[in-house]
């Protein structure tokens, strides 16, 4: 498992932790108990040992990506004709008072309305949102989840 917050990616490769994420399958109580193991080990400090990520942040966004494929997948298979569409959005930096303390050159930071220029035209996404339905999506594209961009 692999993620770089200077491109605001996140990638699973298969090994020590890719089946951790296996979104085809699992459930929301399988993906918290990764989480929560994960976190057991961050607390003790064997995080990266066991194969994680140094930086709480790229975890935390993984799960959140898993969370929102295995809820577009629910949603698919319970309710098809709902037309209920969930995506993964990465939105990259953004310049907001919550970012500004951890970041020290927010020069290529998003204002919030550019950062939402991306996002609310998947509001309206009906030809493309079957496809994507489940993705990550970073600046209206689709990122891959298996590291192959």
């Known amino acids: 498992m692999t993620g770089s917050s200077t491109q605001s990616k996140i990638v699973i490769r298969s090994g020590s932790n890719g089946a951790h994420f296996d979104t085809g399958h699992m459930t929301f109580d399988a993906l918290e108990t990764v ?3 994960f976190v057991a080990l961050a607390e003790s400090e064997r995080a990266e040992a066991a194969g994680w990520p140094g930086w709480i942040n790229i975890a935390s966004k993984i799960g959140q990506v898993a969370a929102a494929r295995i809820a ?3 949603a698919a298979q319970n309710r098809p004709d709902a037309a209920l569409h969930v995506y993964a959005v ?3 930096l ?5 970012s500004r303390p951890w970041f020290a050159d927010m020069s290529a930071a998003q204002s919030p309305k550019q950062a939402a220029s991306h996002i609310v035209p998947l509001l309206f996404d009906e ?3 079957g496809q994507r339905n489940g993705q990550l999506i970073q600046f209206g594209r689709q990122l891959s989840w298996d590291g192959a961009s």
């Not at 953004?94 to 919550?98: Q, R, S």
């Open 72 to 74: 577009a997948r629910d």
């Open 35 to 37: 989480i929560d193991g």
């Open 127 to 129: 030809d493309g949102a």
């Open 90 to 92: 990465c939105p990259g």
């Open 94 to 98: 953004v310049d907001t008072a919550a």
